[in-house]
């Protein structure tokens, strides 16, 4: 059985994945899923193992995520009050997008606010737009 992941490694997963990808994952009507056509995936979904996924899953909120595909529970834990609800509206604000093709400032806002590290942001260069 996988053991639930810290808050901090979720953190750390999205923020790798949104970095590389560089743009939010949304579908042809600009509304964020868990995993884009494109191959983009959000900040829940960068959590979700490949063999896990199934388009179904899309418009599901985190909770009914947990309760319909208990399987990816542990991928998606968070030890936190509320940590993946607002790991999640970072991605889906396009506003968080604006400095620099990469969230980096809400993400390291959110890091304070849970007291996670932001080693992984200070390691990630920055982006020009």
Known sequence: MTRNRSAQTIFNIAARRLYKQGKRAVNINGDCMYRASDGCKCAIGANIP?????????????????????EVAPYIYGDAKGFLGYLQLVHDDPGN????????????????????????LDALPVKLP
């Open 97 to 120: 997008w604006s400095d620099e093709p990469f969230p980096r400032k809400a993400l390291a806002a959110l890091a304070r606010g849970y007291n996670l590290k932001t080693n992984v």
């Open 50 to 70: 490949d063999r896990f996924y199934f388009p179904r899953m899309e418009g599901l909120s985190i909770t009914a995520l947990k309760r319909d595909f208990p």
